[in-house]
């Protein structure tokens, strides 16, 4: 049975057999910039993917050859438009992070080309970075008078304080080995080998049993700033919750059994 795919003008959306949902940002004309449309295009297309029982995992893609994405659309920041309405613009960024966080699936973004400025954040939220060799990674605001506000809490939650000021206050392009030698990217892979590490780890993460997935990315991303003691509380009762499904029970009895587990979701 082929896969099902949907799309809009900006954002393609697709589900593979395996349960993997590939988005991927696809306004070439623009370098994929983070207009209004195309952020309201991957909202919908997460929020899509987080309530589709049957998707397992999220890879996040670009259909250009260069770049990934050149980051916000500048036009908006010297629009002669009302401060308030520029204030409301920019709230999509922090929906699409935060739904990113809260998705309760894994993430994968495949960074191709460039990733720049929003789009740096955006990549980040994911939880795993695969890069080709060529791409690059900035965030070059300071150059045209402006700053990474929108994305600086993700890159401090990624990127060493130090490594964090020289990025944001230099607003140099890092390679992908320079942005992996930095904690920004999991892996970095030849150009034409690219689409298969995606495929190798997305396929992975889709066949761990679902529950127990979004017990984990629940827990991995409240425990984050908690201090030491109510993270261990904290951790403890989720452990006790994760004790009490049916898809813990058939992990363990399929280990012992030398099979593979037939997850229930519950």
């Not at 409301?88 to 400025?117: D, M, N, W, Y």
């Not at 929003?118 to 980040?124: E, M």
């Not at 944001?168 to 930095?182: D, M, N, P, Y």
Request: some cysteine; proline content about 5%; overall charge negative.
């Amino acid at each position: 049975m082929p896969s099902e795919a949907t799309s809009t003008d900006k954002v393609l959306y697709e589900v593979a057999e395996s349960g993997v949902a590939t988005i991927t940002l696809n306004d070439p004309d623009t370098r994929n910039a983070l207009s209004p449309e195309l952020l309201g295009g991957l909202l919908a297309a997460f929020a899509r993917a987080r309530e589709e029982e049957r998707v397992r995992c999220v890879v996040l893609a670009s259909s250009h050859e260069r770049t990934f994405s050149s980051g916000a659309a500048l036009g908006g920041f010297g629009a002669d438009v009302p401060l308030v309405e520029k204030h409301f613009g920019s709230e999509r960024f922090v929906e699409l992070f935060k739904l990113i966080g809260q998705l309760g699936k894994p993430t994968v973004c495949r960074a191709r080309g460039h990733v720049l400025a929003g789009a740096l954040g955006i990549a980040l939220a994911c939880d795993l970075i695969v890069a080709g060799e060529g791409a690059t990674f900035g965030t070059p605001e300071i150059n045209v008078g402006t700053f990474p506000f929108m994305i600086m809490a993700l890159i401090y939650r990624n990127v060493p304080r130090k490594k964090a000021n020289e990025l944001l206050l230099l607003g140099e392009r890092w390679s992908a080995a320079e942005a992996h030698a930095a904690g920004i990217v999991n892996r970095v892979v030849p150009e034409e080998q690219l689409d298969a590490a995606v495929a190798e780890w997305a396929g992975k993460l889709a066949s761990s049993s679902p529950v127990i997935m979004r017990l984990g990315k629940e827990a991995m991303r409240r425990q984050l700033d908690m201090p030491l003691d109510d993270a261990l509380d904290y951790l403890r009762a989720q452990l006790s919750l994760a004790l009490s499904t049916e898809d813990i029970v058939e992990g363990v009895s399929a280990f012992f059994e030398k099979r593979e587990p037939v997850w229930k979701g519950r």
